[in-house]
């Protein structure tokens, strides 16, 4: 299995759901919620994951 970055993760995810056309307020809390992902997983050493 390859590894991917968080950041790669979001990266992907992003992209993948710019076709849903969500609100600007929808996008700004999938961020917000990223945000806090990656804070989350810095503060606890994880800096990859399997794909």
Do not use: P, V
Not at 14 to 35: D, G, L, V
Not at 37 to 51: A, D, M, P, R
């Amino acid at each position: 299995m390859k590894e991917i970055s968080l950041i790669d993760l979001i990266d992907k995810t992003r992209n993948e759901i710019k076709s849903f056309n969500h609100s600007q307020s929808t996008r700004w809390q999938y961020n917000y919620a990223w945000r806090g992902l990656c804070n989350y997983f810095e503060k606890h050493g994880i800096t990859q994951f399997l794909n």
